[in-house]
Every structure is written in structure tokens, then in C-alpha cells.
């Protein structure tokens, strides 16, 4: 069962497992309460950067990834150790460079971070919970690739905040 729920939520997952444990306990009785889903404050109405060239970065709106916008680096290089389409030479590195990320973006909604192709060549994305801090991501991690002349990719995505379960992680995949 656990295989087949690649991308549920932490939250969801237990409050499932335990539901199923308390339906058993009860003799199948279902249980009386259920977990509240996560919300995504703000509307897409509340983004007013549109996708274009702005000085020292780029702003895709055509991500693979519903929800999703590209901020990639006009410049001339990649951050250390990054290579387009398959990523860092080395963990520290990665984590740097996440780090470097969440700290431009300083915003109370971001949730959770990772690594895949979400937009056009793939890297770092970022997810937040409210769309009226997407302007301010987007310009914050756009002034930091152009102010490093890197081209790198990282992708905003406007999400519940929830801590994704990737068992593949797990499993050693």
C-alpha cells in the first residue's frame, strides 16, 4: 500500500494509517474525524509578474508543473558543481546552494524544497503556500542569479504546504 502513495502527505499518510488502524480496532467502523486538507492562501489573481527578461534573469510561466514558474539566470555560468539537466557534484554543494535559495526568498510560506525538472532544464524548486508572496520570491531569486551571473534554474510553485513523502528516498532509488 505504502509503495502506491508516492507524493501523499505526511499529515494524509498518517491520518490514513491510522484511520485504518482505528477501523480495525472499532471492527471497521470508520473514524469520526478526518484530517483538514492544507490550503493555498491568496489566488493566482495576487501574482502580477508575468513571464519575460528582467535584468539578469528570465521568468517562464510554462512549467511542466501545474502552479509552477521559472526563474532562470541570464548569466554566462552555472553555480559550482551544477550541470544542466543532472545536477550537483556533491551533497554540501546541493545544500548550499538550497540554502542560498530559501534565504533570498525569506518568505513565512515556503514549505518544502527539492530537486527535479519542473520547468524548462530542471534544479532547485521551492513551494509556498501564498500566491501574494510569489512576487517577491520571484524577484528575490532572480536578483540573486543575476547578481552571481549564473544560469541556474529554480522553480516557484504555489502548493499546500505539506511535507511530501518520497519513498523512493527511502528505499534507496
Request: aromatic content about 8%; proline content about 4%; charged content about 25%.
Amino acid at each position: 500500500m505504502l509503495a502506491e502513495m508516492r507524493g501523499v502527505t505526511v499529515a494524509f499518510a498518517i491520518g490514513l494509517l491510522g484511520g485504518c488502524a482505528a477501523g480495525r480496532a472499532r471492527g471497521g467502523a470508520t473514524p469520526t474525524t478526518t484530517p483538514s486538507p492544507p490550503i493555498v492562501h491568496g489566488s493566482r489573481a495576487d501574482m502580477t509578474t508575468r513571464a519575460g527578461v528582467f535584468d539578469g534573469y528570465v521568468v517562464e510561466d510554462r512549467c511542466r508543473e501545474r502552479d509552477c514558474f521559472g526563474v532562470r539566470g541570464s548569466g554566462a555560468t552555472w553555480f559550482e558543481g551544477d550541470k544542466p539537466l543532472v545536477g550537483f557534484d556533491d551533497a554540501t554543494t546541493r545544500e548550499r546552494w538550497r540554502g542560498m535559495i530559501t534565504d533570498a526568498i525569506a518568505r513565512p510560506s515556503v514549505g518544502s524544497s527539492g530537486f527535479g525538472g519542473y520547468c524548462r532544464e530542471g534544479g532547485l524548486f521551492v513551494e509556498l503556500d501564498d500566491w501574494r508572496d510569489l512576487d517577491g520570491a520571484i524577484a528575490h531569486v532572480g536578483a540573486l542569479l543575476g547578481r552571481g551571473g549564473w544560469r541556474d534554474e529554480v522553480a516557484l510553485c504555489v502548493h499546500p504546504n505539506s511535507i511530501a513523502v518520497e519513498l523512493d528516498a527511502q528505499r534507496g532509488r
